[in-house]
């Protein structure tokens, strides 16, 4: 059983970064690609990004082009989610998720973690 579980949330200020992890605490996820949402308050989750189980990254979210990127090292059963220039729009909790094949959708993702929550101030 793949069960992610993220690390590596917190509070930090407008124009800082974070780097989220997303490792699997059973089996590997070497075999799975790995997507990134996030919920804000009073919002529904929707998906930042993701990467293919061959480190195939997908298109961002709009909001984050150019300032979020996704990596993996399936050694370490962790994937990454280095956010930099965060603004207090990108506040939220973020999630991981793992299933085949990557996608948009969270409905086909079959194992999430609890989620990590970021508080970015102005």
């Known amino acids: 059983q793949v069960q992610p579980v993220e690390s590596g949330g917190g509070l930090v200020q407008a124009g800082g970064s974070l780097r989220l992890s997303c490792a699997s605490s059973?089996?590997?996820?070497?075999?799975?690609?790995v997507g990134w949402f996030r919920q804000a308050p009073g919002k529904e989750r929707v998906f930042v990004g993701g990467?293919?189980?061959?480190?195939?990254?997908?298109s961002f979210e709009d909001s984050v082009k150019g300032r979020f990127t996704i990596s993996r090292d399936d050694g370490e059963k962790t994937v990454y989610l280095q956010m930099t220039r965060l603004k207090p729009g990108d506040t939220a909790v973020f999630y991981c998720?793992?299933?085949?094949?990557?996608?948009?959708?969270?409905?086909?993702?079959?194992?999430w973690g609890p989620g990590a929550p970021v508080t970015v101030s102005s």
């Open positions: 998720a793992g299933g085949c094949p990557l996608t948009p959708e969270g409905k086909k993702y079959g194992f």
């Open positions: 990467i293919s189980w061959d480190s195939r990254p997908t």
């Open positions: 059973g089996r590997t996820f070497s075999y799975y690609a």
